[in-house]
């Protein structure tokens, strides 16, 4: 028969009253026993925060697995190597004259970001793309930088 799991708040809960219990005998002896009972709570916590990291790894592996597997290439990388994407940026550069389409942006187009991420790399359609210069893809993806215009 499978053990119950004891969660650390059931846990907690059981070292106050026990705590109680045993200061309403010999307050001394309940001052020590509240402090190895939460001990035991705090030791309890931390496998159980472990537990879940671990789990969530496992997870992560998981899902990168089987995010791979049905991808046509090896890595994003290669996917941004390939002639499918090289004509993907054309068909943007085109849309776009060669110019950033940031609003209000005047500088050529130098990078094409995803707006949106396919599952299978390559099943993106040109909507999904958009045209910008170093500084608004940057800002696109969050990053903090300090940027002379040139």
């Known amino acids: 028969m499978k053990r119950k799991r004891v969660s650390a708040s059931t846990l907690q809960l059981g070292m106050v009253y026990g705590g109680l219990i045993v200061a309403a005998v010999n307050p001394l002896a309940g001052v020590v026993t509240a402090g190895v009972l939460y001990k035991l709570y705090k030791a309890r916590k931390a496998v159980e925060d ?42 943007v550069a085109q849309r776009a004259s060669g110019r950033c389409e940031a609003p209000g942006c005047t500088c050529a187009l130098e990078e094409v970001h995803h707006k949106r991420y396919p599952r299978v790399w390559g099943n993106e359609p040109i909507d999904w793309l958009v045209g910008l210069c170093e500084k608004h893809h ?13």
């Open 50 to 91: 472990e537990e879940r990291e671990v789990r969530r790894e496992t997870e992560r592996a998981e899902f990168k697995a089987k995010f791979y597997r049905r991808q046509n290439f090896p890595s994003y990388e290669a996917y941004l190597a390939s002639s499918q994407w090289a004509l993907k940026r054309a068909q």
């Open 138 to 150: 940057r800002e696109e993806h969050g990053h903090q930088h300090s940027y002379v215009r040139r």
